[in-house]
């Protein structure tokens, strides 16, 4: 996953509003009364939340799995005079030297991790790089979106440059969506393809809270993405917040 992806990612998240999704983790910030100075973006992927962050004067550091996606994200940031470290881990085994003050992992980075051990392995890590009463923020794509927006769903993407056809599918017994992407990406007159495979895991919110509470997070909450309101039957994506226990 992430490979010749992450070099036409941005234009296929052209339409994202990485600024405004940076004011509502302040305002999540201000609602749970902290002001970090130090920022861990895990499943960073090509930088832009983590650039965006840095560029509001956090000490921000990016971790992500792909050496593809971070070659794309610390060219980003050099390009914009930011020196940002950027660090290729798997989440579930984060080495880092010093404790943060929040954890971000934005635009459904969770999803990717497909079981309850490993998802108690990625909280458990973050609970031991959080400085008490640091806060963790991340998103998922819900139940909702992954079992009937996209799952046994056939969907297809096209602009002038890049052309994708998702072919989908959704174990209901796993709850596992599995996404056969192929992708044509205009060079010229012509048109190069490759194709990726990406597998998401479907959670319902309280599957979400109990691995939480498993591993010590305290002051949890979930909210319709870009709201502090309840998700409602067919959000599609859910904001979570929680908070090492001081």
């Known amino acids: 996953m992430y490979e010749e992806f992450a070099y036409i990612y941005d234009m296929m998240m052209d339409g994202v509003d990485y600024p405004r999704w940076a004011d509502y983790l302040e305002e999540l910030f201000f609602h749970y009364k902290v002001s970090p100075d130090s920022i ?3 499943a960073c992927g090509t930088g832009s939340m983590t650039i965006n962050m840095a560029g509001r004067d956090y000490k921000t550091t990016g971790i992500d799995g792909s050496e593809d996606m971070l070659f794309v994200a610390q060219e980003k940031a050099r390009k914009r005079g930011l ?3 950027f660090i290729c881990q798997d989440i579930r085994d984060i080495e880092i030297h010093k404790r943060v003050d929040a954890v971000l992992i934005v635009c459904d980075g969770l999803n990717y991790i497909t079981s309850d051990e490993d998802l108690d392995k990625v909280f458990s890590n973050i609970h031991r790089i959080l400085k008490p009463g640091g806060v963790l923020l991340f998103d998922i794509s819900s139940y909702y979106k992954l079992s009937t927006v996209l799952g046994d769903n056939i969907l297809i993407e096209d602009d002038h440059k890049i052309s994708c056809l ?3 599918s959704f174990d209901w017994e796993e709850d596992i969506c599995t996404m056969d992407l192929t992708f044509f990406v205009r060079e ?3 048109y190069r393809r490759f194709d990726e495979t990406h597998i998401q895991k479907a959670y319902r919110p309280s599957d979400i809270v109990d691995r939480l509470e498993k591993n ?3 002051n949890i909450n979930y909210y319709d993405f870009l709201t502090l309101d ?3 039957s067919q959000s599609q994506r859910i904001q ?4 090492r226990k001081s």
């Open 40 to 42: 861990l973006d895990l």
């Open 83 to 85: 020196r940002i470290p």
């Open 166 to 168: 998702w072919q989908n």
């Open 188 to 190: 010229g007159s012509l």
């Open 216 to 218: 010590d997070f305290v």
């Open 230 to 232: 309840p998700p409602g």
């Open 240 to 243: 979570f917040a929680a908070r």
